[in-house]
């Protein structure tokens, strides 16, 4: 928020926040309160919903009629804003149908195109129990099916470096005795290749989100409900892997909170 905020008053963003959304409130957790005020200190437009106060009772019974009670309350609070599209930062939330249906939204997930779905952390045992070779985050837009909406932009990254080559082989000498579940109970985000791995990843999201709004502010990519427009053309995601790599001096050295 900082980041965007200083582009926007720097006029490196052509941008306008509208609204600042969050599912929590005042009081549910020191991190948000602080973000809280700092949305407020900004001056921005803001507006609250608690997700963990809302009708519990039917997110014991059924999760799919909560998520779309939840999100036609959401959108009964910002429907009054036409913006051309919301970015989910830190949502946790899957987002009723109804919602993608109505409201155009952006989405950072911290893998590549048709790579892991989930948390950041499912998405790393996934790449650790296929071995993968390369990894990455995608912005994408936010439909029914999660974490598959169409890609915006993306960046991948190695996972084959010699840097990471000692990491790996430790982890295959500990998959000799134990399972990769076991691991996972055991040493859990601990686990060194899992955490390199995870700081190779975060170190590029704010790169890649900065370039990405950079570009849409440029209108150099075009939204659309059927996917993306790139320099006037259909575009299945745009890989900015060279400009976030460019770009990681820059923003890309940041403390994981």
Known sequence: MKLILRGIEDKELNLEI??????REEGESPETDAFLDLVRSAGLKLITLSSRKFAPEKWQADRASWREAYHEAVWEKIKEFEVDFSFLAGYMLIVGEGMCRRHRMLNLHPALPGGPKGTWQEVIWALLATRAREAGAMIHLVTPELDAGPP???CRFPLDTPALKPLW????????????????????????LFREIRRQEFIRELP????????????????????????G?????????????ALLP????VKES
């Open 152 to 154: 915006v932009t993306y």
């Open 18 to 23: 509208a609204f600042v959304f969050c599912n």
């Open 250 to 253: 820059r923003l890309g050295q």
């Open 169 to 192: 082989e430790e982890f295959e000498k500990k998959l000799k005795t134990r399972t990769l579940e076991e691991i996972r109970r055991e040493e859990g985000e601990k686990e060194p």
């Open 208 to 231: 890649l989100i900065w370039l990405t709004l950079r570009k849409l502010a440029l209108r150099e990519i075009v939204l659309t409900d059927r996917g993306v427009i790139y320099q």
């Open 233 to 245: 053309k259909p575009f299945p995601g745009i890989d900015l892997s060279a400009e976030v790599e």
